[in-house]
């Protein structure tokens, strides 16, 4: 299983998270097994995800894809996107 963790700004949290939450079938759809969502403490307007994944190439095929771009810009994303990229190994 693949774990990433973005984030980034965004114009208004609310109305990214309206949008990031009708964009969940594409997720699912794109290889997507759960997430979770939020905001910085110190900064609302920045916006989180962490994911997990059933593939690396499905993650890889979902931040390429027009679909998302498009979705992001929609939803207010200010900036790209920082991600990390985790291997889970053991669950705890």
Do not use: C
């Not at 990031?20 to 759960?34: I, L, N, W």
């Not at 910085?40 to 995800?49: F, G, H, I, K, M």
């Amino acid at each position: 299983m693949i774990k990433s963790v973005m984030y980034h700004k965004v114009k208004d949290f609310d109305t990214w998270k309206e949008a990031f939450e009708s964009f969940s079938e594409f997720r699912k759809s794109s290889g997507e097994q759960s997430y979770s969502v939020g905001n910085l403490q110190s900064d609302p307007n920045t916006a989180y995800v962490i994911n997990s994944w059933n593939s690396l190439e499905a993650l890889q095929a979902f931040v390429s894809s027009k679909e998302l771009g498009d979705a992001m810009k929609a939803a207010g994303v200010l900036e790209p996107p920082h991600t990390l990229i985790f291997n889970e190994l053991d669950k705890g």
